[in-house]
């Protein structure tokens, strides 16, 4: 599956983005899609997932109440809705698939086999 992120851009603290994850070659079906972040000089970071079929979601800690994932089948797409958005949030944002993995390991980069080219976002004070 070849994965398509957008949606990024300048926005001002407390503002709101939604970022879109498209597929394209075969569909989300039975993959899980997370989105994951990346400042300058800092490893890359969880953000949240979702199992396509079951529409589970997974959060960190620093975007719980504040961004939401969610999924169009008919559009094939994921969604990164991200509101009240802070300066710690700026950074090039992935989307990611995988179609073999469990709850402990959905946090984890390298255990998605593919990745978007990413979006920056860029949150101003």
């Known amino acids: 599956v070849q994965l398509q992120a957008s949606g990024g851009g300048l926005v001002q603290a407390g503002g709101s983005l939604r970022l879109s994850c498209a597929a394209s070659g075969r569909t989300f079906r039975n993959y899980v899609v997370g989105w994951f972040r990346q400042a300058p000089g800092k490893e890359r970071e969880f953000v949240a997932a979702?199992?396509?079929?079951?529409?589970?979601?997974y959060y960190a800690d620093s975007v719980k109440g504040r961004f939401t994932i969610s999924r169009d089948g008919a559009e094939n797409t994921v969604y990164l809705q991200m509101n009240s958005l802070e300066p710690e949030d700026t950074a090039v944002y992935y989307c990611?698939?995988?179609?073999?993995?469990?709850?402990?390991?959905?946090?984890?980069?390298?255990?998605?086999?593919?990745w978007g080219q990413g979006t920056l976002v860029t949150v101003s004070s």
């Open positions: 979702i199992r396509w079929n079951s529409r589970i979601t």
């Open positions: 990611a698939a995988d179609q073999h993995l469990i709850t402990s390991t959905i946090g984890t980069p390298n255990q998605y086999d593919h």
